[in-house]
């Protein structure tokens, strides 16, 4: 499978982070992974990786919806005031352990590729590769 030259994982928990990475990692999906505690800490991360079209800026977002400091409503607001290049081309996934009919119907209008249930799988990475990438995992 071709890698995804960089990805960004964005969550206050240090514990959901680390099992993504782990994921990722194992499943050798991309080249580059960056970590952000909140959306203050990923549109940083963004403005330094994303400046000018480069094989840094990432290619997925896998973004939690409840953070301290900037959640994951707040960061797509500040995102799309962001200047860069080739934004259509990032793909933003919601990772919530919600699936409350209020958010699930707020997240439906949002300009995000889409949302999934936590924990973060094989099977969910394989789907998003699929859906969005047109990639897929090799056989387990």
Not at 19 to 48: I, P, S, Y
Not at 50 to 67: G, N, Q, T
């Amino acid at each position: 499978m071709q890698k995804l030259t960089c990805a960004l994982l964005v969550d206050d928990d240090q514990t959901t982070n680390y099992l993504n990475q782990l994921l990722l990692k194992r499943l050798d999906v991309t080249d580059r992974l960056l970590v952000a505690l909140n959306g203050h800490e990923a549109l940083k991360l963004l403005e330094v990786h994303c400046h000018e079209a480069s094989l840094e800026c990432p290619m997925l977002i896998l973004l939690d919806v409840k953070m301290p400091v900037m959640n994951g409503f707040e960061f797509l607001e500040a995102y799309a005031q962001l200047p860069i290049p080739n934004k259509q081309a990032i793909i933003i996934v919601m990772l919530t352990t919600s699936l409350h009919p209020q958010d699930v119907g707020r997240l439906e209008h949002l300009n995000i590729a889409g949302f999934l249930n936590k924990p973060l799988t094989r099977e969910k990475v394989d789907s998003i590769l699929q859906d969005h990438f047109n990639r897929h995992l090799p056989s387990a």
